[in-house]
């Protein structure tokens, strides 16, 4: 073999960072290929896709817009995944989430009050924890695997948001059509830039951004999650409490993805439908991985996964490539971030005589 | 319930378990070696969607299940060059493996949703077939069926009789064991996640060709999930991977017969979540029960392994 | 301090100086020249791994029907020579040659293939699997499973090798599970049998009957290539010895015609340190008791402690001796507090029931330790050395303010780690995983002392250590205990514990003998006791220590 491979004594932290780069170059040349096989003219497919949606004020606060739930999601997976907690059920906390928020909203429809937001807000997080309480109990009591858990609950929420939309929600003047009454203002977000659609709740986003990395850089809380994560038995060794942390990272995902639930429902969407997220929950763990576990780091790659979003709409519209387009890039993106990441750890030489003393 | 109706509950039964066999079996066999994959419900869909649209395009079934089980093995090696060659993470792979099948079988069934295809032919032995009760139940199931029934046994006899079986436990057993005495490791490996794809790409096939004959996106419904519960709950044991099938299949046909009968004023939703429901019970009751066993799991599992070279 | 210096032996090595320092004897230009080729004959090999150079223009010849010792240090390139003739790693340079002919060993089946057969280290076994099945995986055509399973008995009968292939691996004793792998190579008919470390996890008595073993083997002519850094085995088992150092061949010899002195020398490079020690000073008051302490194992291949009692005072260094897997690791967590004990009273420290607190409860009562396990445990291999420092020093430093690191102090207490233990890193930003084993337990244990812990629980302080590290690790336990804490240390190295322990107790199926004064002990009763015969009338208290129970 000409080449040799061999580990890194460290690992390197250009590459660490230098790796979702080259995944992204990597995904948009195998894009190129894709769109071409396809039958469309690659450069116009890519900028339809990539970056006509950066270049109106619209299109920009949409990007937020669609990148709000998607960061709230992924710092809190992150947070999770740090440790070894693998919550993928947030899919589902999401939709608890947004259906608590909708109850709130419904329960007091018509009432004026700063305080229905707030408290259909709480009732989200309350709500995503609570659900998230279920693989979090089963992992700590019984070492019930919380991957095929939490994925479970997630078709369970599913159908019983479904159940109360053609049910006891469905909206009375709706024409039958399974969706509940469009919420009161007292019950919607205000939005902060006039003839968008961007949100008070991005704000929140990014505060919670803020605090995530804060938590996990600057804290013993955010080391004792660490330290799970790298090496579990270290973490015994030091004292630290394997059962609390795994409680924590649960119900701390579990919260953010119900609030994102309800930032949806009080935002975007202002009423509870069948559907209230186009996979925002799943999408969200390409998001952690993406952005490096890292608040900071996910609030830019939030950004670019919502990219995808739009650009998959905006590339159906203007020529003709189909939505599913948008799940095939963010599954490429992950699988050559992946792969880059071998970069980090180990090193590619060309193969030669050592030359070397012992030390 | 009369015996007609009876045994058309006992066929359903089984066509809802067949998927699930496959799938179960296969990552068995993937987790035997030590590599846990969990991209099973995106090598299903690769499955599914590549029967489907090659069935249709070429009219041939035949080709269409052997496309399928390519296409479940083309994702599978996805999985392998990432986890095996380059020792990424296996949790994280098999989650993008998921993902992107769901998304590229999207794409790639986009054009074929809503079409018609025959069903898988159901085997028709003259004389036997026609027997009341025994016939259709032993004589009434499409090839697929019994190909899930044959690879229990085959892969059943092959893990504990044959040398082959003996060097891929020794694998997940213990890699470093099994790397000092000479075995490639990742050649097991590789080969093990192949089978694993190969399964769940027919698993997806007999989804898209004989249970419900048709494409839609994400149609397997988080079975690919279900098979991965399975595993567990069979203690890694072929055997109980049927059972455990046929007790999921059967879960599932008595959901849908309790929605047809009008659900005795539960809504159709809330009956649904059944086999979801049951799988969270059955993981619980397999973990806090007094059988439980961890010498079961192999020791090696979702552990990366690099040669030192 | 007078009792914290470090002594040179003097007086005694003016014998064998000569042959000490770096460029000595490069011996293989001797008598060995034959008619005969040599069964293997080893020239010039080398291998280099990333920022060292493992093995370095290493010769090396074994003639047939000879037991040949391959000596050295942790480190020194025993293991790594090995696995090139095995196959296992390809060298760099060099050429193996086989009865005369060089040969390219690509991999461990063109190795059995040539006759050479390998007795692992840390044995290649697995534990779900029976006896049998592991048997037959070492072998290329291990035939029929009823003939070789006949296959193994007689020939298991034939050494003395008691082994009964129908049972699981993961009940058997350390003994026998390397029987399994001996017979694993003897069925082969190997010409070369390569014994890596054979010894270290044996009692004194099985290593006595595996050397009977190894001389009926090499009487029917097979070549035995027998790696240790135990010298008084290597006096009494082998014909030759090759000396490695760094790497390097540094000198070849008869073991019979050495001291085990100037052996030590050959293999160290270096005047053997010794640890001053304060002798028949006055201990202080206790500082841990142990009493009654019962503990069910969460391991699968474990052992439940029953009953463990002693007490360490002020001062003492205790020792706890035993074959691996006894209950060491089990005492290990009981003590540091990774596992609760039974009884909230079942430990005390300095007088303060400690039974019931975790690990950091523990050392807020000035409980530390050092686990045995380095990589993973005692430290975090992908965190820096200052996370690592923070690990076990946030509590005792100071290092929190609420729930906030303190970042300069951490930075200053692993600074302060580095220097006073002369921890070569690439400074307190290294990862501790790119630290050398010697290096990274220098770091643990000096994290741990700069704690001033009041009781201090060490496991395996130098295993796997270079000799140089050993010596500071162990004159730092020395000085701690001198300091008026209490250390207990957790050993599987006899020679260790004789030097630097007060006191010491055998740990053996998970009960703890009684303490006998480290001076006044033999080798003899540890090793009877570490076989499980307890008592001066040699009455076995458990189900007898042949392990062969079918």
């Known amino acids: 073999m000409p080449f040799k491979i061999e580990a890194r004594r460290e690992m390197s932290r250009r590459l660490l960072f230098a790796s979702p780069l080259l995944a992204l170059v990597l995904t948009v040349l195998t894009g190129f290929v894709l769109f071409a096989a396809m039958g469309h003219d690659p450069v116009a497919a890519l900028y339809h896709f990539g970056i006509a949606p950066l270049l109106s004020l619209y299109g920009l606060s949409e990007l937020m817009v669609k990148a709000a739930p998607l960061i709230l999601i992924g710092v809190g997976l992150a947070v999770g995944f740090r440790a070894n907690v693998w919550n993928i059920g947030a899919e589902g906390q999401l939709t608890l989430g947004a259906v608590a928020a909708g109850g709130v909203g419904l329960m007091f429809w018509g009432e004026e009050g700063f305080w229905v937001l707030p408290l259909m807000c709480g009732a989200a997080v309350a709500a995503g924890m609570a659900y998230a309480a279920i693989p979090a109990f089963l992992k700590t009591r019984f070492e019930v695997n919380e991957i095929l858990t939490s994925l479970m609950l997630t078709y369970v929420g599913t159908l019983f948001l479904s159940a109360l939309v053609y049910g006891p929600l469905k909206d009375p003047a709706g024409f039958n059509f399974p969706q509940s009454r469009m919420f009161t203002d007292s019950a919607l977000l205000p939005i902060v830039l006039e003839g968008t659609r961007l949100h008070a709740g991005t704000v929140v986003v990014i505060l919670v951004a803020a605090a995530a990395w804060v938590l996990m850089s600057f804290t013993i809380v955010g080391f004792q999650i660490r330290v799970l994560g790298q090496a579990p038995a270290a973490a015994r060794y030091a004292g630290f409490h394997r059962k609390r942390l795994i409680w924590l990272c649960l119900l701390l995902s579990g919260g953010l993805a119900g609030l994102a639930g309800a930032f949806e429902v009080a935002g975007p969407i202002g009423q509870l439908i069948p559907v209230i997220t186009p996979g925002y929950g799943f999408t969200a763990i390409i998001v952690a991985f993406l952005g490096r576990l890292h608040p900071l780091g996910i609030v830019l790659s939030g950004l670019l996964i919502a990219l995808s979003y739009i650009g998959g709409e905006n590339a159906q519209v203007e020529v003709g490539l189909p939505q599913a387009v948008t799940g095939v890039f963010q599954g490429l993106l992950l699988f050559f971030l992946l792969g880059s990441d071998f970069l980090v750890r180990y090193r590619v030489r060309m193969r030669a005589r050592p030359i070397m003393r012992p030390t | 319930m009369n015996p007609e109706s009876a045994v058309l509950v006992m066929l359903t039964v089984m066509s809802a378990a067949t998927p699930l066999l496959f799938a179960a079996l296969g990552e068995l066999v993937t987790e035997k070696a030590g590599v846990l994959n969990l991209g099973v419900e995106g090598m299903m869909l690769a499955g599914a969607v590549s029967g489907f649209a090659v069935t249709v395009t070429s009219g041939s079934a035949t080709l269409g299940i052997l496309c399928a089980a390519l296409g479940g093995a083309a994702m599978a090696l996805a999985f392998g060059v990432l986890t095996l060659t380059l020792a990424a993470n296996q949790v994280a792979t098999g989650l993008a493996l998921t993902i992107f099948g769901v998304g590229l079988s999207a794409l790639a069934g986009s054009g074929f949703v809503g079409m018609p295809v025959m069903p898988l032919p159901k085997l028709a032995v003259p004389g036997l077939s026609d027997i009341p009760v025994f016939g259709p139940l032993v004589f009434g199931h499409d090839a697929l069926v019994y190909l899930a029934l044959l690879a229990t046994g085959g892969i059943g006899w092959f893990l504990a009789h044959t040398r082959a079986g003996l060097i891929l436990r020794a694998v997940g057993e213990s890699h470093e064991s099994a790397h000092a005495i000479g075995y490639s490791v990742i050649r097991v490996r590789y080969l093990a996640v192949l089978f694993g794809g190969t399964m769940s790409g027919l698993g997806g096939a007999f989804m898209s060709l004989s249970y419900t004959p048709m494409w839609a996106e994400e149609m397997t419904a988080g079975r690919g999930w279900i098979a991965l519960a399975l595993v567990v709950f069979a203690s890694w044991r072929p055997g109980r991977v049927l059972l455990g099938a046929y007790l999921f299949g059967g879960v599932t046909i008595l959901q849908l017969h309790a929605q047809g009968v009008g659900g005795l004023g539960i809504p159709s939703q809330v009956l649904s979540m059944l086999p979801y429901l049951a799988t969270i019970a059955v993981l619980t009751i397999i973990a806090a029960g007094p059988w439980r066993g961890r010498l079961d799991a192999p020791a090696c599992l979702g552990q990366a392994f690099r040669p030192p070279k | ?550």
């Open chain 3, 1 to 550: 301090m007078a009792a914290g210096d470090v002594e040179f032996g003097e007086g005694q090595t003016s014998a064998t100086t000569g042959l000490s320092g770096t460029g000595s004897v490069t011996g293989r230009a001797d008598s060995h020249a034959a008619d005969n080729p040599p069964r293997l004959e080893v020239c010039g090999l080398s291998k280099a791994f990333p920022g060292i150079l493992a093995s370095d223009r290493v010769d090396l010849r074994v003639a047939p029907g000879e037991i040949h010792a391959l000596l050295g240090e942790n480190g020194a390139g025993k293991s790594t020579l090995v696995r090139m003739i095995y196959g296992v790693l390809q060298p760099d340079a060099g050429e193996i040659l086989w009865d005369g002919r060089a040969v390219r060993i690509g991999d461990p089946r063109a190795a059995r293939s040539l006759g050479i057969a390998l007795v692992f280290q840390h044995f290649a076994l697995f534990e779900a699997m029976t006896v049998l099945e592991n048997i037959a995986l070492g072998m290329d055509q291990p035939g029929e499973r009823a003939a070789l399973a006949e296959r193994v008995r007689v020939l298991s009968a034939g050494y003395g090798l008691a082994l009964d292939p129908r049972r699981d691996v993961h009940g058997l004793s350390v003994g026998e599970r390397q029987r399994i792998e001996v017979v694993r190579c003897l069925l082969q008919n190997p010409r070369l049998l390569i014994m890596d470390e054979p010894t270290s996890v044996l009692t004194p008595q099985e290593i006595e009957r595996l050397f009977e073993t190894l001389r009926q083997v090499a009487r029917e002519g097979c070549s035995i290539l027998y790696i240790s850094h135990k010298l008084d085995e290597i006096k009494t088992l082998c014909d030759r010895a090759t000396i490695l150092r760094g790497g390097r061949v540094v000198a070849e010899c008869d073991p019979a015609a050495e001291s085990a002195r100037s052996l030590a020398q050959l293999m160290i490079g270096a005047e053997l340190k010794t640890v001053k020690r304060r002798t028949g000073g006055e201990l202080g008051g206790l500082r841990l008791t142990v009493d009654g302490l019962d503990l069910d194992t969460e391991d699968l291949h474990g052992m439940d402690l029953r009953g463990v009692s002693f007490s360490v005072r002020a001062g003492e260094i205790f020792g706890i001796a035993g074959v691996a897997g006894n209950g060491q690791r089990e005492l290990e967590f009981a003590l540091s507090g990774e596992r609760w004990a039974g009884r909230d009273d079942a430990v005390l420290v300095d007088g303060q029931p400690a039974g019931h607190l975790d690990a950091g409860g523990r050392r807020r009562l000035g409980l530390g330790c050092v686990p045995e396990g380095r990589r993973g445990h005692g430290a975090v291999p992908t965190m820096d050395l200052i996370e690592n420092a923070i690990l076990s020093g946030h509590g005792p430093m100071g290092l929190l303010s609420s729930i906030f690191i303190k970042g300069g102090a951490a930075r200053r207490f692993a600074e302060d780690v580095l220097t006073a233990f002369d921890v070569r890193a690439a400074g307190p930003k290294a990862s501790a995983g790119s630290l050398s084993g010697g290096n990274l337990q220098k770091f643990i244990v000096g994290r741990e002392i700069l704690q001033s812990p009041g009781v201090l629980i060490v496991s395996q302080p130098t295993w796997g250590v270079d000799a140089g590290a050993a010596a500071a690790i162990h004159q730092a336990l020395a000085d701690l205990a001198a300091a008026g804490a209490a250390v207990i240390v957790i050993s599987q190295d006899l020679d260790e514990l004789l030097e630097i322990t007060d006191r010491l107790a055998v740990i053996d199926r998970g009960i703890l003998s009684r303490p006998i004064a480290t001076a006044q002990a033999s080798i003899e009763e540890i090793g009877l006791l570490m076989g499980g015969i307890h008592g001066p009338a040699g009455v076995s208290t458990g189900p007898g220590d042949s392990g062969h129970a079918v």
